[in-house]
């Protein structure tokens, strides 16, 4: 009812620390964090850069670690943060290079559900949600696919690009421990839908 970045901070925090969530569903928890611009302690962007981890995720680490910086939330001296832009910064050009083989590889007939997520993953974590949300479809009709992972990340991708019923109706197939992470996810979607309708003519 008041989406305040307070508000939002609060209730992330909650569910980070009753959720015990493994890194990749904390990596989904701090995205909204990110988009509800709601990072209230170092702590906030610490977390996150352990569950993107600037070995598999650089670009996000990256953008992550600045973003912290600017906000004076981390400090460039301290050994973490010289440690995770060392390794982020090694790895930033020959991840991007290696998107469009992972999209080729992901697209590809025979790709595994793996596959097709891992190349989700890379775009979504450069902000390309239209390609992620592609490919996190694909994963979905494969054997073997993480449905809940897969699933929660296809709606943030729609979220991202404003596709924000189909974001809803994604979100609302999460079951398992992620259910209460896509239902808070699904409330950031609701106002983000209230926002985006055209003010009501006098």
Known sequence: DHPTAENWAGAIT???EIGKFANQETLDLMRL?????SYAEERDY???????DARRLPG???????????????????????EARTIASGRLAADRASLPA????????????ATAAAGGDAFLSYGEA???ADLYAIALGKPGVDTA???????IAQADIGRFAEAKATF?????????LAQLWDIYVTQKAAASQPAPQP
């Open 130 to 132: 239209a390609k992620a």
């Open 60 to 82: 996000e680490v990256m953008k992550v670690l600045e973003a912290g910086v600017a906000a004076g939330k981390l400090r460039t001296a301290d050994v973490f943060v010289t």
């Open 33 to 37: 964090m990110d988009r509800t611009k």
């Open 149 to 155: 992972r897969v699933l929660t990340r296809l709606g």
């Open 172 to 180: 609302a197939k999460v079951e398992g421990p992620r259910k209460p």
């Open 14 to 16: 909650v569910l980070r």
């Open 102 to 113: 992972l999209e080729r590889d992901a697209r590809a007939a025979n790709a595994t559900a």
């Open 46 to 52: 610490v977390e996150y850069i352990q569950a993107a």
